[in-house]
């Protein structure tokens, strides 16, 4: 991550679609995960994230049921000053394709894109900015044919480099890349007239499919993909 970012911060959950967790059944991918990397720049400015991280989740988290259309969500984020997620397809391939280069690296199968993923990754991406930073709620991510899904989160970062460095980088998420089970994925990315973005990676296990509860942590290895990466467009709003 760059040394000039103010601060940055990524999540990942692994969860299958449905109830909320109290009335979820037992099952062998009922886990649910959360975890946090914070780059060098920002633990040495730890009490300026904490006072950030309180404004950046002032919003309202919002139930699954709640969470605007798609027409709305680009409006409200618009008139923030960001970019529909859909007007940054190049980032979102460009991310893609390095998570794609790292499984097979690594000897595993590629992912499939799914435009059903990309559109809730890029929903959820807009519902951020216009409400508040954090996983999306229960019962959002559903999509037919899919068991279970894996959510990485980020904002802050400037280009595609440093966002999946980011997230190669911190455990939990490299999981989510990194794991056998998944089969499809869809990227959304938010770029705010600065510059900066918030992306949301959806992974997919189709129906029918096992995820292992005691699939170990991958270990920390080479970033395949540290090349120069795809920047957010400036767009004129502040």
Same mark, same amino acid.
């Given at each position: 991550?760059?040394?000039?970012?103010?601060?940055? #911060?990524? =999540?990942?959950?692994?969860?299958?679609?449905?109830?909320?967790?109290?009335?979820?059944?037992?099952?062998?991918?009922?886990?649910?995960?959360?975890?946090?990397?914070?780059?060098?720049?920002?633990?040495?400015? &730890?009490?300026?994230?904490?006072?950030? *991280?309180?404004?950046?989740?002032?919003?309202?988290?919002?139930?699954? $049921?709640? #969470?605007?259309?798609?027409?709305?969500? +680009?409006?409200?984020?618009?008139? &923030?000053?960001?970019?529909?997620?859909?007007?940054?397809?190049?980032?979102?391939?460009?991310?893609?394709?390095? =998570?794609?280069?790292?499984?097979?690296?690594?000897?595993?199968?590629?992912?499939?894109?799914?435009?059903?993923?990309?559109?809730? +990754?890029?929903?959820?991406?807009?519902?951020? #900015?216009?409400?508040?930073?954090?996983?999306?709620?229960?019962?959002?991510?559903?999509?037919?044919?899919?068991?279970?899904?894996?959510?990485?989160?980020?904002?802050?970062?400037?280009? $595609?480099?440093?966002?999946? =460095?980011?997230?190669?980088?911190?455990?939990?998420?490299?999981?989510? #890349? %990194?794991?056998?089970?998944?089969?499809?994925?869809?990227?959304?990315?938010?770029?705010?007239?600065?510059?900066?973005?918030?992306? $949301?990676?959806?992974?997919?296990?189709?129906?029918?499919?096992?995820?292992? %509860?005691?699939?170990?942590?991958?270990?920390?290895?080479?970033?395949?993909?540290?090349?120069? *990466?795809? $920047?957010?467009?400036?767009?004129?709003?502040?």
């Amino acid at each position: 991550m760059q040394d000039n970012d103010e601060w940055a #911060i990524t =999540v990942d959950r692994l969860r299958p679609p449905g109830p909320s967790s109290a009335e979820r059944p037992t099952s062998p991918t009922g886990r649910r995960r959360h975890g946090f990397a914070l780059p060098a720049t920002v633990r040495r400015l &730890l009490p300026l994230a904490v006072v950030a *991280g309180g404004l950046w989740a002032a919003g309202v988290e919002l139930p699954s $049921t709640a #969470i605007p259309d798609p027409v709305t969500l +680009a409006r409200q984020s618009q008139d &923030l000053g960001w970019t529909a997620a859909s007007a940054n397809t190049d980032l979102a391939l460009d991310v893609f394709a390095r =998570v794609n280069d790292e499984r097979t690296a690594r000897g595993l199968e590629p992912l499939v894109w799914h435009p059903g993923l990309a559109d809730l +990754a890029g929903r959820w991406s807009q519902a951020m #900015i216009v409400h508040v930073y954090e996983h999306s709620p229960d019962g959002y991510l559903a999509h037919p044919g899919f068991a279970a899904f894996g959510e990485n989160i980020a904002m802050g970062q400037y280009d $595609t480099t440093e966002l999946h =460095v980011g997230w190669m980088e911190s455990d939990g998420h490299r999981e989510n #890349i %990194l794991r056998p089970e998944f089969d499809a994925m869809g990227v959304g990315i938010v770029c705010r007239a600065d510059g900066r973005l918030w992306a $949301t990676q959806v992974f997919g296990l189709k129906q029918g499919g096992h995820a292992d %509860l005691d699939f170990p942590t991958p270990p920390v290895e080479p970033v395949v993909r540290r090349d120069v *990466g795809v $920047t957010c467009p400036r767009i004129s709003r502040f």
